[in-house]
């Protein structure tokens, strides 16, 4: 199983992001995908997550309403985009995959910094 995230980096207020999670190793269109992510001195936190045929979503609060997650399982890959951002959206941002009977996976992150 492997998680590959990619399309953090430093953008301003109110400013847009879209990450992208390139899934490999498993089944990828039988499993919810979730995002989470980390700030400086935090324990990780739910972001968000979609069910396999990506037909239900849910969020956390602090970020509904700005964040869409989505996902392509022709391309067993998973999205969040992030619109509206705020300085207190920085972080390392992961994709996670529960897999039944075996456990969780997590990628290696990618920063996301907030900042003017």
């Known amino acids: 199983v492997q998680l590959v995230e990619s399309g953090g980096g430093l953008v301003q207020p109110g400013g847009s992001l879209r990450l992208s999670c390139a899934a490999s190793?498993?089944?990828?269109?039988?499993?919810?995908m979730s995002w989470y992510r980390q700030a400086p001195g935090k324990e990780r936190e739910y972001v968000a997550v979609?069910?396999?045929?990506?037909?239900?979503?849910n969020y956390a609060d602090s970020v509904k309403g700005r964040f869409t997650i989505s996902r392509d399982n022709a391309k067993n890959t998973v999205y969040l985009q992030m619109n509206s951002l705020k300085p207190e959206d920085t972080a390392v941002y992961y994709c996670?995959?529960?897999?039944?009977?075996?456990?969780?996976?997590w990628g290696q992150g990618t920063q996301v910094i907030v900042s003017s």
């Open positions: 996670r995959v529960h897999l039944r009977a075996i456990g969780e996976y």
């Open positions: 190793g498993f089944t990828f269109s039988s499993y919810a």
């Open positions: 979609i069910i396999s045929t990506g037909g239900i979503t």
